[in-house]
C-alpha cells in the first residue's frame, strides 16, 4: 500500500521521471501515498478552502483509526509547518 507507492514514487523523483508525468496524476499518487502536506499547497487554492483541507487530511494524511482528536491536532500542525 502506502510504502510501496513512496517507493515508487521515490524511484520515479531519483531518475527524473516525474517532469514527464501530468502534475494532476503525480499528486493523486502522492495523495494516495499519505502526503497531504505535499499535496494540499500545490493544489488549486481557489478550490481548496480549510474544510477541504481538513478532509483530505482526515481521509489521507492520518491512520484510518485516528480519532478526532489526533486528526485535529494532525491537522493543526501541519498549518503551523
Avoid at 531519483?14 to 503525480?26: N, V
Avoid at 499547497?41 to 480549510?50: E, K, Y
Wanted: hydrophobic share 45%; net charge negative; glycine share 4%.
Amino acid at each position: 500500500g502506502k510504502k510501496l507507492l513512496e517507493d515508487q514514487i521515490a524511484i520515479w523523483e531519483q531518475h527524473g521521471l516525474t517532469k514527464h508525468m501530468d502534475s494532476d496524476r503525480l499528486l493523486c499518487y502522492k495523495l494516495l501515498a499519505r502526503d497531504v502536506n505535499e499535496v494540499i499547497p500545490q493544489m488549486n487554492v481557489n478550490l481548496m478552502d480549510w474544510r477541504r483541507a481538513l478532509a483530505l487530511h482526515m481521509w489521507f494524511g492520518v491512520s484510518p483509526t485516528a480519532t478526532l482528536d489526533e486528526i485535529l491536532a494532525s491537522y493543526e500542525d501541519a498549518l503551523a509547518n
